[in-house]
């Protein structure tokens, strides 16, 4: 009986560490300038400017989700150094720019694109960015009191943001 | 006149030969395909080969009698231009599908080509024969607006739309020589019937002329004192291939002289314009490879050049040298193997034995003459 179980959580001990979820291999950019940073006011004008540059359906794809993975990074790299306030601002844009995503595949399918292999793409994107945001999630407190100096504080309800962001994605999934 | 009428005929039998390379991929010309190229390869190398050699050698023995040549040009050109209009431009180089995709990304799926591969419209049946299709737009900006006219006057039928391509590529072709005309009459021929000129230009449609007809037409402006306006052709020039940019120290150089009040030397201008395009020319492999259309960019200044035989003729041999760089490629069907060396070989070949004859001319003349 010993002997049995013995083994039993050996094979599970073996096992277990070679289980894994399935992970998406979309590549989520290095952080860019982070707030703060002397670079970061012109790296927003710059993008700004680049939203014309990048025209067209599949143009504006490509531009609102590497909008958006750019700020889903600043966030996770604020989150990262507690700048909560900070980082829930970068979410949320990042939220915003996934939003434009799916409004720009329905355009681009309405002017009888291919969209086949957008399609495919932002189904990997949305899975990493619920990954990333899931990893996120069990590293920040449920509810945040942010203090700024000479300034009333403000109850942030970290969770109940980030379940927001996460849905936003699972939409897609 | 015997020559001329010559390369007229053999120009009518260059196009005709154009359409044994028609492509499989292409659904548009299916009734045209015979599959005589990947069955009869070397047949037609040889073929190419003669043809190449006869236009070449008709082009240099017509320039011997360049009077009676000047007063039948118009009609000349006329013709070589309706004759090499009609070949099928894909035999020798696939850039005019490229064209074509690219204007197709811009005006019909309107999106930027600069971001957007023309791969990402995987629907789209250009894709099947367009080369470079995982590359954004590989052209300058006015050239890819410039290239909305023949797009739009093909009405999305895709041999009209070919045939567009080709047909504003020949303007270019026919505004480029009035200009040339307009600084010197004495250079036009030189470039007009240069066989590589007419076969990249009117038969495979390469988009350098375009880049050369602004640089041309800025020179002229230049000349005429209408510095703003020669300016903008210049910018023009550049936006269309970017090479034209080499000859900012020329534009510099005579502007310095305009300034202190020294007469424009234009043959000296041409002189250095053709030296800075053969640079840029020579440096082209950094980028890809020495593509044999890219001489236009020195041919054309070559041309104004009259006066020296000797690099008018040694520009003409290594013309044939470089036209016969796509000999093993024909030969062969791959572009890896000996390809690449022989290629090379091919093309410096025709360049050493002129410059050994021409040793042999100014050491052993009575020899020579002997021979003859």
Same mark, same amino acid.
């Given at each position: 009986?010993?002997?049995?179980?013995?083994?039993?959580?050996?094979?599970?001990?073996?096992?277990?560490?070679?289980?894994?979820?399935?992970?998406?291999?979309?590549?989520?950019?290095?952080?860019?300038?982070?707030?703060?940073?002397?670079?970061?006011?012109?790296?927003?004008?710059?993008?700004?400017?680049?939203?014309?540059?990048?025209?067209?359906?599949?143009?504006?794809?490509?531009?609102?989700?590497?909008?958006?993975?750019?700020?889903?990074?600043?966030?996770?790299?604020?989150?990262?150094?507690?700048?909560?306030?900070?980082?829930?601002?970068?979410?949320?844009?990042?939220?915003?720019?996934?939003?434009?995503?799916?409004?720009?595949?329905?355009?681009?399918?309405?002017?009888?694109?291919?969209?086949?292999?957008?399609?495919?793409?932002?189904?990997?994107?949305?899975?990493?960015?619920?990954?990333?945001?899931?990893?996120?999630?069990?590293?920040?407190?449920?509810?945040?009191?942010?203090?700024?100096?000479?300034?009333?504080?403000?109850?942030?309800?970290?969770?109940?943001?980030?379940?927001?962001?996460?849905?936003?994605?699972?939409?897609?999934? | 006149?015997?020559?001329?009428?010559?390369?007229?005929?053999?120009?009518?039998?260059?196009?005709?030969?154009?359409?044994?390379?028609?492509?499989?991929?292409?659904? &548009?010309?299916?009734?045209?395909?015979?599959?005589?190229?990947?069955?009869?390869?070397?047949?037609?190398?040889?073929?190419?080969?003669?043809?190449?050699?006869?236009?070449?050698?008709?082009?240099?023995? #017509?320039?011997?009698?360049?009077?009676?040549?000047?007063?039948?040009?118009?009609?000349?050109?006329?013709?070589?231009?309706?004759?090499?209009?009609?070949?099928?431009?894909?035999?020798?180089?696939?850039?005019?599908?490229?064209?074509?995709t690219t204007a197709k990304v811009l005006f019909l799926h309107q999106e930027n080509?600069?971001?957007?591969?023309?791969?990402?419209?995987?629907?789209?049946?250009?894709?099947?024969?367009?080369?470079?299709?995982?590359?954004?737009?590989?052209?300058?900006?006015?050239?890819?607006?410039?290239?909305?006219?023949?797009?739009?006057?093909?009405?999305?039928?895709?041999?009209?739309?070919?045939?567009?391509?080709?047909?504003?590529?020949?303007?270019?072709?026919?505004?480029?020589?009035?200009? *040339?005309?307009?600084?010197?009459?004495?250079?036009?021929?030189?470039?007009?019937?240069?066989?590589?000129?007419?076969?990249?230009?009117?038969?495979?449609?390469?988009?350098?002329i375009v880049m050369i007809f602004f640089a041309i037409v800025s020179f002229y402006?230049?000349?005429?004192?209408?510095?703003?306006?020669?300016?903008?052709?210049?910018?023009?020039? *550049?936006?269309?291939?970017?090479?034209?940019?080499?000859?900012?120290?020329?534009?510099?150089?005579?502007?310095?002289?305009?300034?202190?009040?020294?007469? *424009?030397?234009?043959?000296?201008?041409?002189?250095?314009? %053709?030296?800075?395009?053969?640079?840029?020319?020579?440096?082209?492999?950094?980028?890809?490879?020495?593509?044999?259309?890219?001489?236009?960019?020195?041919?054309?200044?070559?041309?104004?050049? &009259?006066?020296?035989?000797?690099?008018?003729?040694?520009?003409?041999?290594?013309?044939?040298?470089?036209?016969?760089? &796509?000999?093993?490629?024909?030969?062969?069907?791959?572009?890896?193997?000996?390809?690449?060396?022989?290629?090379?070989?091919?093309?410096? %070949?025709?360049?050493?034995?002129?410059?050994?004859? #021409?040793?042999?001319?100014?050491?052993?003349?009575?020899?020579?003459?002997?021979?003859?």
């Amino acid at each position: 009986m010993k002997f049995s179980r013995f083994s039993l959580v050996l094979i599970l001990f073996l096992i277990l560490p070679q289980i894994s979820f399935a992970q998406s291999n979309y590549v989520l950019p290095y952080p860019s300038f982070m707030p703060g940073n002397k670079f970061y006011k012109i790296s927003l004008i710059w993008d700004e400017i680049k939203k014309y540059w990048y025209f067209g359906d599949f143009g504006q794809f490509k531009y609102n989700l590497s909008q958006s993975d750019k700020h889903l990074v600043e966030a996770r790299t604020l989150f990262d150094y507690k700048q909560y306030l900070l980082a829930l601002s970068a979410l949320e844009k990042s939220d915003m720019y996934f939003g434009r995503v799916f409004k720009v595949l329905v355009s681009a399918k309405s002017n009888n694109k291919n969209v086949f292999e957008k399609e495919i793409l932002l189904k990997e994107a949305s899975q990493k960015h619920f990954e990333e945001l899931k990893k996120i999630r069990g590293n920040v407190p449920e509810v945040f009191e942010w203090r700024p100096e000479k300034e009333s504080p403000t109850i942030l309800n970290l969770w109940e943001i980030m379940d927001d962001s996460i849905e936003i994605r699972q939409k897609i999934l | 006149m015997m020559a001329v009428s010559v390369l007229v005929l053999t120009l009518v039998l260059f196009s005709i030969f154009t359409y044994s390379f028609v492509d499989v991929n292409v659904p &548009y010309l299916e009734n045209l395909y015979t599959g005589y190229y990947s069955a009869h390869r070397i047949l037609l190398t040889s073929l190419y080969v003669i043809l190449i050699s006869v236009l070449f050698g008709c082009f240099y023995f #017509s320039t011997k009698n360049v009077d009676k040549l000047k007063n039948n040009l118009k009609k000349i050109v006329i013709f070589v231009i309706l004759l090499a209009i009609i070949a099928y431009p894909a035999a020798l180089t696939f850039d005019i599908f490229n064209y074509m995709t690219t204007a197709k990304v811009l005006f019909l799926h309107q999106e930027n080509p600069y971001i957007i591969y023309p791969i990402e419209f995987i629907d789209d049946s250009y894709l099947e024969f367009t080369r470079a299709t995982n590359k954004t737009a590989l052209y300058g900006p006015f050239w890819i607006m410039l290239s909305g006219i023949p797009h739009l006057a093909g009405l999305g039928n895709f041999i009209l739309t070919l045939f567009s391509f080709k047909v504003f590529i020949a303007l270019f072709y026919i505004g480029t020589i009035y200009m *040339i005309g307009k600084i010197d009459k004495n250079a036009v021929i030189f470039f007009a019937l240069n066989p590589l000129v007419i076969v990249e230009t009117l038969v495979s449609g390469h988009n350098d002329i375009v880049m050369i007809f602004f640089a041309i037409v800025s020179f002229y402006l230049f000349f005429k004192k209408r510095y703003g306006l020669s300016a903008l052709a210049f910018i023009g020039s *550049i936006l269309i291939k970017f090479a034209t940019l080499f000859l900012i120290p020329v534009f510099i150089a005579m502007a310095k002289d305009n300034i202190i009040g020294k007469k *424009i030397d234009k043959e000296k201008a041409f002189v250095y314009s %053709a030296g800075f395009m053969f640079l840029i020319f020579l440096l082209s492999p950094l980028r890809e490879e020495l593509y044999p259309w890219y001489a236009v960019w020195f041919v054309v200044f070559t041309s104004f050049l &009259y006066k020296n035989k000797f690099l008018q003729n040694l520009v003409l041999v290594f013309s044939f040298g470089l036209m016969l760089r &796509y000999v093993p490629y024909m030969a062969t069907g791959t572009y890896f193997g000996f390809t690449p060396i022989v290629r090379n070989l091919l093309m410096i %070949a025709p360049l050493v034995l002129f410059l050994i004859f #021409s040793w042999l001319k100014i050491v052993f003349p009575r020899l020579l003459k002997l021979l003859r």
